[in-house]
């Protein structure tokens, strides 16, 4: 199939998805709950584009190409509500994230300022008995990324979404924490966590939090 | 909805057996909370992961909340609010001194709120155990411990001979057996032009054919019946006084598209729906018109319930398809679509109940007949409901395309007491809000659209001059925050954040608040976060001043 | 994950097991501060386990060897290099100058780099004279590759682990993937959870056996009766590919009438299968399009280990699943390097490629590069040497990166014959039981300090590069032996392990078009033709045997010498667990101990019960060579009549348990059936050691 993306056209297999397409020809969207490793999710809608013909902008995590189709990553709209959704994001964190995360480094990418919304804030509630691994509960953006790689390809299921709204957070096993859970320890969690809900202890001593703060 | 889990749920439990939601709804009214054990235990019985379970006890509004042994749940739902404004919850928080979503200390009473019981014609509503009482003395009734059953409304019908108001009797299954090819149903169906009466109004025969030519072994009939707009209860009344309409219906679809199976998903805040239903299927099992034989020799048919467990989102096609199968009640993206990955990742006809007990007509009489009953405008009929502010509140049928004056003057009456109509809301909470001034606009698709509503659920909640229009905009709000499922992040933290703007009496920053209704509208993944805008809008457009807007 | 917080990201191959993960390996003040999975690596594709991805803190240990050690009476003392190189050459030269260069024996390690393996083996080769150099893979997959030598002409894996994806079925006989191989038991549960049509074998009920279809839990060491009775059915029920053994194969008549025997019924008084289990797994393997089959250690560590892996074989033979996407025999390796170690020929009857040490034209071809006289005649075997050692033939020792004296069977023979050495050489990166023995401990390098290749359980050759360097005095296991060779005479001008690797393939058919660069991130699967293309698939169109043939094995089950009886009534299976790794010096110098402190006996409620004991309660677990205690825990995963633990703990000692009984053809030990008895001690198990990390 051949699509257009910003104007330059480029080839993409059958069953390709809009991003896909916008890679492959080198243009840039920014993701927030998209992992590789990972079947799309479109939770977080940060990768909005525009789509000639289409009078909404469309998630390109998991909107396939169509022959012809003409996609506009610099879409006004698409760029208008992304931020906004940064920026939405932000306001639910206690605090700005730790600049090496993703979502800091997409809040730069879309020049992300000033918040518009403020308002309720995350509680604090943190998870560091296991030897490798933190949980910090007021740094979930729920974008599921940590859920959806324990079930699809550790298979561990040891992580689940908690709650709804606002609300919505996660959990290892019942709630009692990654060494109370079928954890394997496997760190992938960590790995795919855009914000540093999950890391690793280590690391977070490395940012200069130490671990016994981090216990307090 | 996660294809591992899915596949968990399909390897561990036939159709039927008991989903993991349903098994925890067992536990709230055995013990009256969710505790860890009965997380292992469910996990052990659905061969879900327990981390799996513990997230889908968090969900739903039904499990999520300890209960006492007298557990009072309070309607918030729009007619309730158009009623009281709210003062029967506080009446109720106040006289049995809990907060909502509070269980006494001796476990003997906790008070909830739900939304909405679909007593929206005798508004305000208290349900306690199975009872649901209604009307201005409820809060009274339930405080002294003394709820009484409310009384259901009478549907009727403006039409020549009712479509939808009426008993199902198999004929159209028994013409179409006879008489008709699957695949000549799905076209008649074509024909007829029926369009999903969920709110998406989206072409049925196009579901039809889809989920028809998915290659697979099985498909499945969903019926929706998790109407949870607050302020309509029009499915309810199809449950429940029409059942056999709705199973015909879905045989009727199972026969074209060539599904076994039928699952109704029923919200766990009617009561009376479910059994109504499962009798009904009982007695046309003892027919043979549901059964081993039910769409010919040796083609199965056969229709189970299943629990919602309170959650509005679950109305949504793929919501719905999760909370079937057990899991949290949250919204997938599609593709792939239930046509071709629904019920344990097979195809899957999705409609709601309405839609449903439209066929049996065409099935009978054929798509012309269908299409001359709304001459010129949308086919079919359409069921409507009235809130309590109206002097005849309750469920008509009526063709589209008759004026939403005509619906609230001459249909329902005008309000009661000869109150003035400031405004109406249709269609649901994800419903524009229509201001006295536009009465005229015709009841139908494109009409109401041009004018910022829609159709949806078919539901009309009048609001007098009592309603103040920025603590409707505070309400729904609060609805819409409460009622995300937390997936999408513009609805997750924008409806919250919509909410908290109109909060108290400080003027609302017009432009930020346009700028957030964007977000919502262009981002949400949705029609939760991207219907609520709606409404909003209305009042942005209508009731400026009263909003608050600077 | 981003790396702007390090101060450097190198991708390299993961150390622990035989999956061969990519790791991006993340250091800061020259310590690693994190690891993350490389997302391009071929078997991991973006994962890793807590092994790969956590433990790696032993590499700053303070136990860490960091300067070389040379005895002094009855301790060690520091030496310099020069002192230590010295000891040890005028050591060798003595021996070899006064016993023969057959008095002196090496150890490379299935853990080192293929780099190192060469320099080592070539060492004792070309610089001592002997082919008395072994690997620890002898310990583990020596009969798996003996048998697919026979069976198809070469020895590894016939596919990749892509084919897990590609398979319709799959047969995982004596391996527990998601504890010993995380992350391709993830892949494989992954494919199951999407369809994957899984039997699992084995005495335990494995986690993967919860996704199978069906579980044959065989007693230990009746695994060839199984697939014989598979066998049976495929032929019975129609299930064989004629066409495939008719173009392909040679042998097929012996076999078949072998078969007849192998009633369902039978196979089940034999192993305790159910005879309907049996005939669904057949039909589950035979009626697939595309089917493989996975094994680990619970195959070959047996006394007939490499005559099941042949019946394996068979089994693939008569169904034509060999040779093509998602029709693969996958041994699952134990260790990061067993593939590599043994394919470069650091074993005592082969050169690199499996070419026999008496086999004139390829010792010429090694004459001529390396300009010395080799030897033609086999050298000793692991259990040989120390059976040498103790009979007073063989005389010195250079051991590296192995800890035989604990993970080698029978602990009390090996600690015997390391006394009775003259010399032991270890080099190292701990102290550990075999260095106790030792006259000079060389201080060496992990795999995240150092350049060179590792060979994966696919076959893929994968670039290993540093992240750190070595630390303190420690060096490069590739420039001590290099130093030793010259020092010893033979200058092997190679002075990078890029160096080596270009020795490996000018020697090396399969090597012959491998070179650091082609390797890239993605690495290559021998064999390597000249230009460089490499082979994910072996036999797709004929075996690598005389006239293109597979080779049917006619060979009948046999049962194991060691049965249990009235006074030994339980069968001790031995095996991995997911937070420790073999002997467990990286692992419990790691966090990971915090994971899993102790390790326990698994027994079924019912022996328990006929033994009287509790769960959690201290036994003691006697076989016909040893005894050990150990805590009890109850649990339904294991058949009856069986026990298992696992070997990662010195304090417990597990091996001292095994006896001398080894692989008919390979002389690889049967740690998988010991005959025991266990018995309550009637004492509470100590408290576990207290998690302390010796992090300098």
Known sequence: MRVEVDGAPVEVPEGATLLEAVRAAGARVPTLCFDERLAPFGACRVCLVGVEGQDKPVASCTTPCRDGMRIDTRDPAARRVAGAVVELVLSELPEPPAAHTELAAVARELGVGELRWTGRVHEKRHDMRHPYLALQNELCISCGRCVRICDEVQGAFALTATGRGFEANIAAGIDAGFRDSTCVSCGACADTCPTDAITELSLLALAGTTTEEAQA | MSRNLTALVARHSSLGEPTAVELLAQAVRERGAVVADDVRDVAARTGLPEATVHGIATFYDDLREPRGALDVRVCTGTACFAATGGRHVAELSDGLGLALGERSEDGSVSLGETVCLGFCHCSPAVRVGDVVDAGPQAVARVLSREPRQAAEPQAQSLLAEPVLTRAGDWSGLRRVLAELTPDQLVEEVAQAGVLGRGGAAFPAAVKWRLTRQAPAAERFVVCNGDEGDAGSYIDKQLMEHSPELLLEGMALAAYAIGARHGVVLVRSEYPRSRPALEEAAERARERGLLGPDALGDGIPFDVIVVDGAGSYVVGEETALLACLQGLRGVVSSRPPYPAQSGVRGLPTLVHNVETLCNIPFIAARGAQAYRELSPGATPGSKLVCFNERFARPGVFEIPFGTSVRELCEDVAGGLRDGARLKAVQIGGPLGGILPASLLDTPFDLEPLAAVGCMVGHGSLVGFDEETGMRDLARHLLGFGAQESCGKCFPCRVGLTRAHEMVQGDAAVDRARLEELLEALELGSLCAHGGGMPAPIRSLIAHFPDELGLA | ?????????????????????????????????????????????????????????????????????????????????????????????????????????????????????????????????????????????????????????????????????????????????????????????????????????????????????????????????????????????????????DARTEGWDRVEELLEAYEPSEVERITGVPAGDLELAAHVYGEASTASIFWGLGVTEHRYGSEVVQLLANLALMTGNVGRPGSALLPLRGQNNVQGSSDIGALPDTYSGYRAVGDEATARAFEERWGVPLSREKGMTIPQMFDAAIAGDLRAMFIMGEDVAQTDPDSAHVARAMESLELLVCQDIFENETTRFADVILPASAFLEKEGTFINAERRIQHVQPAISPPGGARTDFDIITTLSRMLGHEMGLD?????????????????????????????????????????????????????????????????????????????????????????????????LDLMPTDWLEIHPDDAAAAGIADGELVEVRSRVGRIEIEARLTERIEPGHVFTAFHFPEIRTNLLVGAEMDINTSCPQYKVVAVAVSPLGRPVAAAAPAVLAEA
């Not at chain 3, 490389?38 to 590499?59: E, M, T, Y």
Request: net charge neutral; aromatic share 6%; with cysteine.
């Open chain 3, 1 to 245: 994950m981003s790396t702007e917080r390090f101060d450097s990201t190198i991708t390299t191959t993961c150390g622990y097991c035989g999956v061969g993960c990519r790791l991006d390996a993340h250091a800061v003040a020259g310590r690693i501060a994190s690891i993350s999975p490389a997302l391009d690596g071929p078997a991991n594709r973006g994962h890793a386990c807590v092994k790969g991805r956590f433990a790696h803190q032993f590499s700053r240990s303070r136990e860490r060897l960091t300067a070389p050690l040379v005895r002094e009476g009855g301790s060690f003392r520091i030496a310099t290099w020069e002192e230590a190189l010295d000891r040890v050459a005028s050591g060798l030269r003595r021996i070899r100058d006064e016993h023969g260069p057959d008095a002196i024996a090496g150890l490379a390690s299935s853990r080192a780099t293929n780099e190192d393996c060469w320099v080592m083996q070539r060492l004792m080769r070309a610089a001592i004279g002997t082919n008395n150099i072994d690997n620890c893979s002898r310990v583990c997959h020596s009969p798996t590759s003996y048998a697919l030598r026979r069976s198809f002409g070469m020895s590894g894996a016939t596919g990749s682990f892509d084919d897990i994806d590609a398979a319709g079925a799959a047969i995982i006989i004596g391996a527990n993937p998601t504890q010993a191989h995380p992350v391709v038991g993830a892949r494989i549960k992954q494919a199951a959870l999407r369809g994957l049509r899984l039997v699992t074998i084995d005495p335990r009920r494995i986690e993967l056996a919860d996704h199978a279809v069906v579980h044959l839990s065989a007693r230990a060491g009746t695994n060839a009766a199984v697939m014989l009775g598979l066998a049976h059915v495929v032929a019975r029920d129609g299930l064989l590919d004629r066409d495939f053994m």
């Open chain 3, 496 to 592: 990078t392990p890029a160096d080596a690797m270009a020795d490996i393939a000018a020697l090396t058919p399969e090597f012959a078009g491998v070179t650091f660069e082609r390797l890239g991130r993605r690495g290559l699967q021998w064999p390597v033709s000249p230009d460089g293309v490499d082979s994910p698939i072996l036999f797709e169109h004929e075996f690598a045997l005389p006239g293109g043939r597979g080779h049917f094995a006619a060979l009948p089950y046999k049962p194991s010498n060691e049965e249990p009886d009235e006074e030994l009534p339980l069968i001790l299976v031995t095996g991995r667990r997911l937070e420790h790794y073999n002997a467990g010096t990286m692992t419990r110098r790691t966090r990971n």
